[in-house]
């Protein structure tokens, strides 16, 4: 008997709150028979939303997935900050209730390339360790700023009065490594406030959404899980075509004719039907003295 395929693809989960995204990596292992399951972009413990798995073969593509910006629905709890800035943490100081012209008036702040010093409770290193770590063991980890884009943030949805703001939602279009967490602090403070996310959710990620994601209740359960193919993993990327010979060069590493434009692109086998698979490879641009060329940087099959 032929040896069972081993799972190769992408597979888009909406994680709930309580468990960690190691937790949802660690139920796809199990669910699909499969050690190499990687994510692209942790969240934290209480949020739910879009996880992005790649299975087997295709986390080799995990550093080169089109998954920024990221957009998260949040729901900010003012009057109080907590030490790990979310819902399940101890309160560290309470303030005021904001007005909603002075959060309005904040908003601008925090638009485009910003300074940002992400949470005590995260997993940034300091010392070589995990800033949580540090934090639970009850030392005061010195967080330093990092550099993050966010591109939109919109507020609705307030609950309180005008003059004195209980929660609301925020919508945020932001780049990796921002902590919306952090922009919730940031922004009542500037305001004059305090406070916490009380719910995160992220929506998007890139190309990939929410929509298109199954609940991981179901992997839990062990229903069948089908994997999207490889190649959706770089949706958005210009696409070429092989001939079989081109095929053959590809998985050997060598370098091929680049005939669509772009610094990157998804190598397929032109004559996917056959082969049952379509990815041969992702390939960077290389000028040469052939002209422009594809050389393999993530091979997709075995040569």
């Known amino acids: 008997m032929a040896p069972r395929p081993k799972p190769d693809g992408l597979l888009l989960v909406d994680k709930p709150a309580g468990v960690t995204s190691h937790d949802v990596v660690n139920a796809a292992r199990r669910a699909l028979g499969e050690k190499r399951v990687g994510h692209g972009g942790t969240l934290d413990p209480f949020a ?55 959060l309005e008036a904040a908003l601008p702040v925090f638009l485009g390339e910003i300074e940002q010093v992400p949470p005590a409770y995260s997993a940034k290193r300091v010392d070589g360790r995990r800033a949580y770590k540090l934090a639970r063991d009850g030392r005061a980890p010195e967080m330093q700023p990092s550099r993050v884009r966010i591109e939109a943030v919109k507020l609705s949805s307030f609950e309180g009065s005008d003059d004195a703001v209980a929660s609301c939602r925020m919508l945020v279009t932001c780049g ?40 991981l209740e179901r992997v839990l359960a062990g229903a069948p899980v089908t994997l999207a193919p490889a190649v959706d993993a770089l949706e958005g990327y210009p696409r070429q075509a092989l001939s079989d010979d081109e095929v053959a060069s590809v998985v050997r590493g060598i370098d091929v004719e ?46």
Not at 178 to 194: H, N
Not at 265 to 289: C, I, K, M, Q, Y
Request: glycine fraction near 10%; charge should be positive.
């Open 48 to 102: 739910t939303g879009l996880l992005v798995l790649l299975v087997g073969r295709a986390t080799r593509l995990l550093r080169w997935l089109p998954d920024e910006p990221k957009v998260y629905e949040a729901v900010i709890r003012f009057g109080a900050e907590t030490d790990t800035e979310d819902p399940g943490g101890q309160v560290t100081r309470e303030a005021a209730l904001p007005t909603r012209a002075a």
């Open 176 to 215: 990796g490594g921002t902590y919306v967490r952090s922009l919730a602090r940031d922004l009542a403070r500037a305001a004059g406030s305090a406070a916490h996310l009380a719910a995160l959710r992220r929506e998007r990620a890139g190309v990939f959404s929410l929509a298109r994601s199954i609940p």
């Open 258 to 303: 680049a005939r669509v434009d772009g610094p990157f692109a998804a190598l397929l086998d032109g004559n996917a039907e056959a082969s049952g698979s379509t990815l041969v490879a992702f390939a960077e641009r290389r000028p040469s003295e052939r002209g422009e060329r594809w050389q393999p940087r993530v091979v997709m099959r075995d040569g």
